[in-house]
């Protein structure tokens, strides 16, 4: 069975320091992986996915994800967080042939100055 | 612009009342989706849809209905049936249900549910 884990409920950082989002994934076929975004009381928006094409995929806003298959993980990072970064962010994964996507718990990001 | 709409934003509903929560995309995706988010807890799969007339049930379908009669629209009915059903719903699509896993799902903004 598919799961997936993000240690930390909450990350808080500086305005300009390093964003780390830790995803853990357990699959036993290739995954396919994903981060979502969510501001407040908003949807999710996709940040970046890995397709197997390449195992350092680069999104949207700055943020880049690493595929790491002897580690089974999948982090978020962003080099300087910027205030709008703050919002709730979701590592999911699926595979096979049903686009059925299992997300972790999520991460809340906060920034402070 | 094409894209996913749910409405209302916000709905109160009384114990022992069915509510109806819609869900319109136009982006012309097969495939559409219910979640249920709590807090702490991520995102739950409530029914998903491949085809029009055809859905199946997710992870949490006890006391939800759903109906796919027009591509575009796929509504959740929340039942008196659900003990616990205030929480934020979410309505996702994608391109096919089907495939290698990689479609990606695009998200509605999403309605707030509370039962008074």
């Known amino acids: 069975a598919q799961s997936v884990t993000q240690l930390g409920s909450h990350v808080s950082v500086s305005e300009g320091a390093l964003v780390l989002l830790r995803c853990n994934y357990s699959?036993?076929?290739?995954?396919?992986l994903f981060w979502y975004v969510q501001y407040p009381n908003q949807g999710l928006q996709l940040l970046l996915k890995y397709t197997s094409a390449a195992t350092l995929v680069k999104g949207i806003n700055g943020f880049e994800a690493e595929f790491k298959k002897s580690e089974t993980s999948f982090h978020l990072t962003k080099p300087s967080a910027h205030m709008s970064d703050a919002a709730e962010y979701f590592c999911a994964v699926t595979s096979g042939g049903y686009n059925k996507l299992i997300f972790g718990a999520g991460t809340r990001l906060a920034v402070h100055p | 612009d094409g894209g996913i709409t749910q409405s209302p934003k916000y709905l109160f509903r009384k114990e022992g009342q069915n509510v109806t929560l819609s869900c319109e995309q136009n982006l012309n995706h097969d495939a559409m989706y219910w979640y249920r988010q709590d807090p702490g807890q991520g995102l739950r799969l409530i029914y998903y849809?491949?085809?029009?007339?055809?859905?199946q049930k997710g992870d949490i379908a006890e006391g939800y209905s759903v109906s796919r009669e027009k591509k575009e629209s796929f509504p959740l009915t929340v039942t008196s049936a659900q003990k616990n059903p205030t929480a934020f719903y979410l309505c996702?699509?994608?391109?096919?249900?089907?495939?290698?896993?990689?479609?990606?799902?695009?998200f509605g903004p999403g309605t707030r549910l509370t039962v008074l």
């Open positions: 699959s036993s076929v290739p995954p396919y």
């Open positions: 849809s491949q085809i029009v007339n055809d859905f």
């Open positions: 996702a699509s994608s391109m096919t249900a089907t495939g290698q896993g990689d479609n990606e799902q695009f």
